[in-house]
């Protein structure tokens, strides 16, 4: 592959890549001038027609999503930044919110006028503290320049932007529990609909956005909409509904890898170029067993499985759940999937947020019955059970209102099904394997 | 006598303008509680929620959705130290990692060092897994530790 500039992390290595001046130098900030010459409705139909999906997890079109706020809204309308950045293997957003924070308080403005938005609220997770210091410091800066504020460019354009910090909750990543986390109430995700574009924060209408979604809104303004589809994978022509995988994308690899690492490569690299190319190869000189393609919730491929180019719909082709977050974790070939599948299993289960039966109960038993496995007294019995707990919960059964659930339940499923033979030989060995702390304090 | 200094409260008021309502500030409020006073006692979550004009209960039931808070039967130690357990960091030590720490201090994951020096936490995703096994000192993560590098920091703790 031709080698390709970043545009997103282009600025990282640059020294105080985080403050305004330096920004403003690169030609920061220009972007929103131009933006702010544009109509609110024809920023939101170039985001449209640049194809860009969000960035978060769902893949959902951008643009199209803007469209669905009610036309003429006397307001207000929130646009909430969702930095609550939770998925284990992910954090593509730290790097852009430390190292170029104002390239995503661009994006959030430019947003805020194509939404017609004057208030943004960015839910960020509480462990990210230098990204906490570098977005403090930058807002100020913004404030003091006349960047954020009322009549922002003296183009009559009022903007506030609003840091809230999470407490250590997954669930507050998935929109509607970011929405109740902010109201002040437990993060408990909401049925839909209605959607938070039509009653979403403070029963007002909302847009909610992931960090690198905003990222890539300022650089579609900067470089057009063209720029942007030149990168990327073309819209399946099999598939009407398919609306391609256009642009840059930030992968995370980390695990088994020898230099994990965050990279920003054009949508659609397979798993195998960014181990052996990107991430200096599986360590220890050995083979990957498994990898996680877009974080844990969205399943496993096999060794077989490394070809599938990571666009949004490559993972689904080999029955993973989709791309998530470009997450790539590697588990090399020494290390037993019945471990990696109770971490897995443990972690959904700690972050449940408890309102659905079969979300409550069926993480809390999945890791029951693996830790029954790890402790020597699983039976074959117990692989056809963990299957049917899994086909059991999430959106796509029915039984769930948010997608924690399908997420629980896709990397118990494809475990079983790709790697069934690590749990057999564990089941039929009499291994055992135990949590090296104690856990009972929690 | 009441749990919050004129201090806190004046640093929970100032949230008020950011919300078109006083109960978006619960977390705010949690959160500068709690880094003051160690834990949110059951006398704060009132004096909390009479500024904020909910019912106690209310701030209660969202304060205990979070394990992040501590009640007055938990407090903080000066420090909290969190070691990462998922799945990258499990991938490169991490768990053996966080059993060696609770060995060699003698603590277990929630629990305060008997000088009070930290308390000790085990965590979901840092999101710092480039640098797996890491852990959350306080406000500043650090990354690609070993029981020795993980001792002093703990040890340089003042
Ligand atoms: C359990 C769960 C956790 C999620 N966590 C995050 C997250 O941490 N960050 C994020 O941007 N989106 C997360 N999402 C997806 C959001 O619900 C939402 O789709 C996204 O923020 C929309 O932004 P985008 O369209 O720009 O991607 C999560 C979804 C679920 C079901
Ligand atoms: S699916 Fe799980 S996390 Fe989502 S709302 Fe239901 S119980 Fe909560
Ligand atoms: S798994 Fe430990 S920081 Fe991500």
């Known amino acids: 592959m031709p080698t390709f500039e970043p545009v997103l992390l282009a600025r990282i290595n640059t020294p105080d890549s985080h403050t305004l001046a330096t920004y403003q130098r690169d030609g920061g900030y220009q972007a929103l001038r131009k933006a702010l010459d544009m109509a609110p409705a024809d920023v939101t139909n170039l985001v449209k027609d640049s194809g860009l999906r969000g960035r978060g997890g769902a893949g959902f079109p951008c643009g199209l999503k803007w469209t669905f706020l009610p036309k003429d809204h006397p307001g207000p309308i929130y646009l909430c930044i969702n930095a609550d950045e939770s998925e284990p293997g992910t954090f593509n957003n730290r790097y852009l919110m430390e190292m170029d924070p104002h390239q995503l308080i661009e994006g959030i403005a430019i947003a805020c006028h194509a939404i017609r938005s004057k208030n943004a609220y960015l839910y960020l997770r509480f462990e990210y503290g230098l990204s906490y210091r570098r977005l403090d410091a930058a807002i100020k800066e913004c404030y003091a320049a006349g960047l954020l504020g009322k009549n922002i460019l003296g183009k009559g354009f009022d903007l506030d932007i609003v840091l809230h910090r999470g407490a250590a909750a997954y669930i507050c990543g998935e929109e509607t529990g970011l929405i109740e986390s902010l109201e002040g109430k437990r993060a408990w995700p909401r049925i839909k609909p209605p959607f938070p574009a039509i009653e979403g924060l403070f029963r007002k209408p909302t847009i909610v956005n992931n960090v690198e979604t905003l990222c890539c809104v300022k650089q579609i303004l900067d470089r057009g909409k063209e720029w942007f589809q030149s990168i990327g994978v073309k819209p399946d ?48 000189g050995r083979k990957a067993k498994a990898v996680v393609p877009g974080g844990i919730s969205m399943g496993f491929l096999s060794d077989k499985e490394l070809d599938t180019p990571l666009d949004f719909n490559g993972p689904g082709k080999v029955g993973c759940l989709g791309l998530g977050t470009a997450a790539v974790v590697v588990v090399d070939d020494q290390t037993n999937m019945v471990d990696v599948l109770y ?19 069926g ?10 496995i790890r402790s020597g007294n699983g039976s074959m019995r117990d692989l056809d059970l963990l299957t049917e707990v899994a086909s059991s919960m999430g959106i796509i059964p029915g039984t769930t209102i948010c997608g924690l659930s399908d997420g629980a339940a896709w990397p118990v499923k494809n475990a079983i099904q790709k790697f069934r033979g690590d749990f057999e030989d564990y089941i039929n060995s009499g291994r055992k394997s135990v949590t090296p702390y104690p856990v009972g304090a929690h | 006598m009441s749990a919050l200094t004129e201090e806190l409260r004046e640093k929970i008021r100032a949230e008020f303008p950011k919300y078109p309502n006083k109960r978006a500030v619960t977390l705010p409020a949690l959160h500068i509680v709690h880094d003051a006073l160690r834990c ?13 004009e909910l019912h106690p209960s209310e701030v209660h039931d969202t304060m205990s959705f979070y394990n992040f808070f501590k009640d007055e039967h938990h407090p903080l130690g000066k420090h909290r130290v969190w070691f990462c357990r998922s799945i990258s960091c499990m991938l490169r030590g991490g768990e053996e990692l966080l059993g060696e720490v609770c060995q060699k201090y003698n603590v277990k994951p929630g629990e305060t060092s008997a000088d009070g020096k930290f308390t000790l936490e085990f965590a979901e995703c840092l999101g710092a897994c480039e640098g797996a096994p890491c852990a959350l000192v306080d406000e500043d993560c650090h990354m690609t530790l070993d029981v020795n590098s993980a001792s002093k920091l703990i040890d340089g703790l003042k």
Request: hydrophobic share 30%; net charge neutral; glycine share 8%.
């Open chain 2, 40 to 52: 949110v006692s059951t006398e704060s979550i009132r004096e909390i929620a009479n500024l904020l």
């Open chain 1, 363 to 372: 993480t809390n038993w999945m890791t029951r019955i693996l830790d029954r």
């Open chain 1, 237 to 284: 022509p099999n598939n009407p509904r398919d609306p391609g995988s256009y642009g840059p994308k930030l992968y995370t690899v980390s695990g088994h890898v020898n230099k994990p690492c965050c990279v920003e490569l054009p949508l659609g690299v397979t798993a195998r170029e960014l181990i052996e190319e990107h991430a200096g190869g599986v360590w220890k």
């Open chain 1, 343 to 361: 971490n897995c299993a443990r972690f959904f289960s700690h972050e449940s947020c408890g309102q659905c039966t079969p979300c409550r109960e």
